[in-house]
């Protein structure tokens, strides 16, 4: 059974830095993309960040790019998100997903990581930034 359980969420001041994980289990393929989302309330689901396992190439949404890095230990099956120069709109709920795939299918051309392109799910880990 594929499990992905988030942790690292927290609150913080406007400036500070936070390191999301998210620990994937139950997962029988060796190349995958993963992905970073979040949502605020009254806000839908929103694409941050994926990651393809296979050559770690990343793709970021304009809303974070810059200031979040989405990384992996494929030692430990595990998805990554830093986040730095937090503001109050950073607060959310924040995902991460998994889901199989030959690359990465984000670029500048076709830019939305929509949470329709994934299938397995982690329960969330709340992000609260205050000014």
């Known amino acids: 059974q ?3 359980v988030e942790s690292g969420g927290d609150s913080v ?3 500070g830095s936070l390191r999301l994980s998210c620990v994937l289990s139950g997962w029988i393929y060796t190349e995958y ?3 970073w989302f979040r949502q605020a309330l009254g ?3 929103e694409g941050l960040a994926a990651l393809y396992t296979g050559d770690s190439n990343t793709h970021y949404a304009d809303s974070v790019k810059g200031r979040f890095i ?7 099956n595990t998805l990554y998100l830093q986040m730095n120069s937090l503001k109050p709109d950073d607060t959310a709920m ?3 997903a998994a889901e199989t795939c030959a690359h990465l ?3 500048d051309a076709d830019p939305l990581i929509a949470p329709r392109d994934f299938d397995y799910w982690g329960q969330g880990t709340q992000v609260t930034v205050s000014s």
Do not use: A, H
């Open 2 to 4: 594929v499990k992905l």
């Open 105 to 107: 299918p984000y670029s």
């Open 70 to 76: 989405i990384s992996q230990d494929r030692d430990k």
């Open 33 to 35: 993309c993963m992905g």
């Open 43 to 45: 806000k839908e689901r």
């Open 13 to 15: 001041q406007t400036g």
């Open 94 to 96: 924040y995902y991460c």
